[in-house]
C-alpha cells in the first residue's frame, strides 16, 4: 500500500481551497522534495494536543513560489481529497499514513441552505472591508469554498470537513455564519463610530 506523507499544522485545508506555505525543517524540506519530484501529493491534517485529527486533506503542490539558498521553499498547494488516517507509519523522518478516500454523499444542498450561507458570506466579507468572493461561484463543494476564504473557527472548520453531505455541511455552514454576524456587525459599528471621532468622513 502506498503510503501518504503527512503535514501536521495548526490549520484545516479543505477540499477547493489553497494553501500557502514556507518550508523550512529539513525533515519538511526532504518530504517536499520528494512530493516535487514525483509530482507526488501530501496529506494536510490538523495538529493537535495529543496526535493529529483523524480526518484530513490531501494537498496537490500548484506552484513554488520562491527558493531560497538554504533549501527553503515558498510554495502554494491546493487542497484535493478528504482521507481518514487508517494507520501511521513513522519509519521516516516525517510522519506517513495509510488513509482512506472519503467521497462526498450524492446529497445536494437546497438552493434555499445555498442562499443563506452566501449571503451572510458576503455580509462578513462586506464587514471585513474585502472584495467580494469569486468562490461562490466555483465549482465543487459550495460549503468549502465559502468556509475556506474565512478565518473560521478551527474546530467548526474540522467538523465541515469530517462531514460527508454538502446538504449538511450547508446547513452548518449557514447556521454558523449567520450566528457569528450580530457580534461582527457590532464590532463594525463600534470601530465606525471611533474612527469618525464623531464627524461625517
Do not use: W
Given at each position: 500500500?502506498?503510503?501518504?506523507?503527512?503535514?501536521?499544522?495548526?490549520?484545516?485545508?479543505?477540499?477547493?481551497?489553497?494553501?500557502?506555505?514556507?518550508?523550512?525543517?529539513?525533515?519538511?524540506?526532504?518530504?517536499?522534495?520528494?512530493?516535487?519530484?514525483?509530482?507526488?501529493?501530501?496529506?494536510?491534517?490538523?495538529?493537535?494536543?495529543?496526535?493529529i485529527?483523524?480526518?484530513?486533506?490531501?494537498?496537490?503542490?500548484?506552484?513554488v513560489?520562491k527558493?531560497?539558498?538554504?533549501?527553503?521553499?515558498?510554495?502554494?498547494?491546493?487542497?484535493?481529497?478528504?482521507?481518514?488516517?487508517?494507520?501511521?507509519?513513522?519509519?521516516r523522518?516525517?510522519?506517513?499514513?495509510?488513509?482512506?478516500?472519503?467521497?462526498d454523499?450524492?446529497?445536494?444542498?437546497t438552493?434555499?441552505?445555498?442562499?443563506?450561507?452566501?449571503?451572510?458570506?458576503?455580509?462578513?466579507?462586506?464587514?471585513?472591508?474585502?472584495?467580494?468572493?469569486?468562490?461562490?461561484?466555483?465549482?465543487?463543494?459550495?460549503?468549502?469554498?465559502?468556509?475556506?476564504?474565512?478565518?473560521?473557527?478551527?474546530?467548526?472548520?474540522?467538523?465541515?470537513?469530517?462531514?460527508?453531505?454538502?446538504?449538511?455541511?450547508?446547513?452548518?455552514?449557514?447556521?454558523?455564519?449567520?450566528?457569528?454576524?450580530?457580534?461582527?456587525?457590532?464590532?463594525?459599528?463600534a470601530?465606525?463610530?471611533?474612527?469618525?471621532?464623531?464627524?461625517?468622513?
Open positions: 500500500m502506498t503510503l501518504l506523507p503527512l503535514f501536521p499544522l495548526d490549520l484545516v485545508l479543505l477540499p477547493g481551497t489553497d494553501l500557502p506555505l514556507h518550508i523550512f525543517e529539513p525533515r519538511y524540506k526532504e518530504m517536499i522534495g520528494e512530493c516535487l519530484a514525483n509530482k507526488a501529493p501530501f496529506g494536510v491534517v490538523r495538529a493537535l494536543e495529543q496526535g485529527a483523524e480526518i484530513g486533506c490531501t494537498a496537490e503542490i500548484t506552484s513560489t527558493e531560497y539558498s538554504d533549501g527553503r521553499l515558498d510554495l502554494i498547494a491546493h487542497g484535493r481529497q478528504r482521507f481518514e488516517v487508517l494507520q501511521l507509519d513513522r519509519e523522518s516525517f510522519l506517513r499514513a495509510e488513509i482512506l478516500a472519503l467521497p454523499e450524492p446529497e445536494e444542498a438552493d434555499l441552505e445555498k442562499q443563506r450561507a452566501v449571503q451572510a458570506h458576503k455580509e462578513i466579507l462586506s464587514l471585513a472591508g474585502a472584495a467580494p468572493d469569486a468562490s461562490a461561484t466555483a465549482p465543487g463543494a459550495l460549503s468549502f469554498h465559502l468556509a475556506g476564504s474565512l478565518p473560521l473557527d478551527l474546530d467548526f472548520k474540522q467538523k465541515l470537513l469530517s462531514t460527508l453531505s454538502e446538504r449538511e455541511r450547508m446547513h452548518e455552514l449557514a447556521a454558523y455564519l449567520e450566528s457569528i454576524l450580530p457580534g461582527l456587525r457590532r464590532a463594525a459599528r470601530k465606525e463610530k471611533a474612527g469618525g471621532n464623531g464627524h461625517v468622513r
